[in-house]
């Protein structure tokens, strides 16, 4: 057991553990090669009764823990959207969890409440979102999501449903390609899932307005009640772009409330270049991005902006007598602004990220990241293992393995899911697939926050070597 009074005298084993697994991080596995239960079956089943050493704990760190870790600050991690972190991030949250504040209303830290609304609002401003949204850090994506779909629910009753229950008869529509937090929300704010209606996508997998259009006028006919349509900014699947100017209309005319989802994708918009991705976001109700995915800002950290915070509240606000503060009205108390009381603060590490890079560093090191993609998939589409699945887009390439002579489209699949297996089994390459049009694909993520040319050069000369056993 370690005193206060000690902290000095230990913290250096720990920053020296951190330093090693940083210098080290390229020599592991980037994916985890543990079998089921291996590191279960490897701790003891009753916990210790005396108190056990740091270095004892950290030594099973090494020799127990690290082994079941995937690495997903790894440079060669490309499976899924990134879950970034950076060095400015890391110290930031050792200051949070030295401080160790509650940051559930303003009365509880002052500070937590006014960095949140002030690193907010310059994304915000950054981004191109009009400046009457207001926003609030919330842990996840799919946490926002539920706080929106939630929102539409009691607008769209005035309210009822939160005194009276949920009406059976509510509708939520998203697309095909719209991710499965979306249908947790939907079974979760008590809607049910089947009153999720999928709309049909276009060649490109974006959401089709006319499709849309057509299903909240049937719905309306049959006396069903359209409540939420969630447009996405950058699919999991493939990074689809959903006409968010067309899809505001549409809401607008049957006054429907619009969330738009932008988690990984988001973050783009800091980019003039791809600003024109917006376009129409005046018209939307919520919209969510991740900095904890590209904004190198560690995990949770989830940038969640809403038109009318007034609903918002009116939604979510529950006030005890032992909650009631001289500052409430005057002062942001974010309890009421979502799901969860307790809040961390998560504002800390954004603030620090935004300040030692700089807009123009950040910017920086996103066309950094677009280029390296660019390169990849060119490499990829001259290839002759290889053939581009769609075009490239701003950090995401899919694609899959074609040896000569096979056509079949289950022959195909089956080779690319042993190929994707394989490469993954080996550890040095991390990657995933997704299925578009019954074609198993692999997606190519490169967006780690220190990947750099020689990690992608790395990553074809793996695909490249893998291809030949095959």
């Not at 005194?163 to 079974?187: D, F, M, W």
């Not at 904004?295 to 032992?322: G, I, M, S």
């Not at 590490?349 to 910017?363: C, N, P």
């Not at 950094?368 to 001259?382: C, D, G, P, T, V």
Request: proline fraction near 5%; charged fraction near 25%; include cysteine.
């Amino acid at each position: 057991m370690i005193e206060k009074k000690d902290f000095f005298d230990f913290a250096p084993k720990i920053i020296s553990w951190i330093d090693r697994y940083f210098k080290n991080l390229e020599s592991f596995p980037v994916k985890s090669q543990v079998h089921p239960e291996e590191i279960y079956k490897q701790l003891p089943t009753n916990p210790p009764n005396q108190s056990e050493s740091l270095d004892d704990i950290l030594d099973d760190l090494d020799k127990i823990i690290l082994p079941g870790i995937t690495h997903w600050q790894h440079p060669n991690f490309h499976a899924y959207f990134p879950a970034n972190s950076s060095i400015e991030s890391l110290f930031a949250e050792f200051i949070t969890a030295a401080i160790g504040a509650q940051c559930m209303i303003w009365d509880t830290s002052p500070a937590a409440a006014e960095l949140e609304k002030r690193v907010l609002n310059w994304l915000r401003d950054e981004m191109k979102i009009p400046n009457h949204f207001e926003g609030v850090i919330q842990d996840t994506a799919s946490t926002a999501t539920l706080s929106a779909i939630i929102t539409a629910r009691e607008v769209v009753t005035d309210f009822e449903a939160n005194e009276n229950g949920v009406p059976s008869n509510l509708r939520v529509y998203c697309s095909t390609q719209t991710h499965s937090s979306i249908e947790k929300a939907v079974k979760i704010a008590g809607i049910g899932r089947k009153n999720i209606v999928k709309i049909k996508v276009d060649e490109k997998y974006r959401l089709i307005p006319e499709e849309l259009e057509q299903a909240i006028q049937q719905d309306i006919s049959e006396g069903k009640i359209p409540c939420c349509v969630i447009a996405s900014i950058g699919t999991t699947s493939t990074v689809a772009v959903d006409p968010l100017y067309e899809i505001g209309k549409i809401c607008q005319k049957y006054k429907v409330w619009l969330h738009v989802d932008a988690a990984y994708l988001g973050t783009a918009l800091l980019l003039e270049e791809y600003q024109w991705m917006n376009r129409g976001i005046e018209m939307a109700d919520s919209f969510v991005f991740n900095p904890h995915k590209w904004l190198f800002t560690n995990f949770d950290c989830t940038a969640y902006y809403v038109k009318d915070v007034n609903l918002l509240l009116q939604t979510f606000e529950v006030l005890p007598e032992y909650l009631k503060t001289k500052t409430r009205g005057i002062v942001n108390d974010y309890r009421d602004w979502g799901i969860p009381l307790g809040r961390r603060f998560r504002a800390l590490k954004l603030w620090f990220v935004i300040r030692s890079y700089g807009m123009e560093g950040i910017r920086e090191k996103l066309r950094h990241h677009i280029s390296l993609n660019s390169y990849f998939a060119s490499k990829i589409e001259s290839s002759p293992h290889f053939e581009l699945m769609m075009p490239p887009f701003a950090t995401f390439t899919g694609f899959r393995f074609r040896p000569n002579g096979i056509d079949d489209l289950e022959k195909l699949n089956q080779i690319n899911k042993d190929f994707l297996n394989s490469i993954n089994r080996k550890g040095q390459l991390y990657l995933s697939h997704t299925k578009v049009n019954d074609q198993f694909l692999i997606r190519m993520i490169i967006a780690q926050t220190y990947v750099n040319q020689h990690h992608v050069n790395k990553a074809l000369d793996l695909l490249t070597e893998e291809a030949a056993l095959f």
